[in-house]
């Protein structure tokens, strides 16, 4: 079992910023891929950024590339999600997760472990 522990969000306007992280324990020499996923009221589950742990293949979804930076620190099982000039659509509930890739691929891998998800919140 992995165990993820989000930090929390937050509420800011238009071109702010807000950072996110994620701590997994457990088994997490079985998971392979950390990601950050969000899903918006009404909406279904969108992938916002991959990576492949110990790596830097990181896949963004084309609407936060250039504006959302994640990144990795390994030493301590954690994931970071840097989000810079947010805008309303970016509204969401945001989860971290953690699965295995589908060939070397985290973007369309198998999540099976999930944290509770944040918050995030952006006005206009």
């Known amino acids: 079992q992995v165990q993820l522990m989000e930090s929390e969000g937050g509420s800011v306007q238009t071109g702010g910023s807000l950072s996110l992280s994620c701590a997994a324990s457990?088994?997490?020499?079985?998971?392979?891929?950390m990601g950050w996923f969000r899903q918006a009221p009404g909406k279904g589950r969108e992938t916002v950024a991959t990576?492949?742990?110990?790596?830097?293949?990181?896949f963004y979804d084309p609407s936060v590339k250039g504006r959302f930076t994640m990144s990795q620190d390994t030493a301590k099982n954690t994931v970071y999600l840097q989000m810079n000039s947010l805008k309303p659509e970016d509204t969401a509930m945001y989860y971290c997760?953690?699965?295995?890739?589908?060939?070397?691929?985290?973007?369309?891998?198998?999540?099976?472990?999930w944290g509770q998800g944040t918050q995030v919140t952006v006005s206009s």
């Open positions: 997760a953690a699965g295995r890739p589908r060939g070397l691929l985290c973007a369309s891998g198998w999540y099976n472990y």
């Open positions: 990576i492949y742990s110990g790596t830097t293949r990181i």
């Open positions: 457990g088994a997490t020499d079985s998971t392979a891929c």
